[in-house]
């Protein structure tokens, strides 16, 4: 009699907080002023994208290597200024300078 009755009361113990958090929500739980975003909506459209960007940029080197020339001799003029574009083509190097034909007796036939 005594376990029917501690049965009965926590099944009524459950049912009870089982109740209380199935309550609707207070309108003093909300947080006031909170803000409306409008969105604009569009059809979804299948094309090939068109955009093109261009833009100046500074590059920075992962890794860097100290040139030194083969004379040392102060420097008296620059030509240019840090920031300005500039084009310049590499001269090659030495041994993919252009050198004469020759034939197989190694006389001179032409110059490129």
Known sequence: ???SFIVKIIALLCFISL???CTAEKAADKPEGEHVV????APVLSTSISLKV???ALLYPLQQASIIPKISAPVKKFYVDRG???KTEISPP???R???RTN???RIIKPF
């Open 1 to 3: 009699m005594v376990q």
């Open 19 to 21: 109740l209380s958090g």
């Open 38 to 41: 409008t969105v604009d909506v």
């Open 54 to 56: 261009t833009s100046d």
């Open 84 to 86: 300005v574009r500039v």
């Open 94 to 96: 030495p041994w993919r």
């Open 98 to 100: 252009r050198r004469p």
């Open 104 to 106: 197989r007796r190694r």
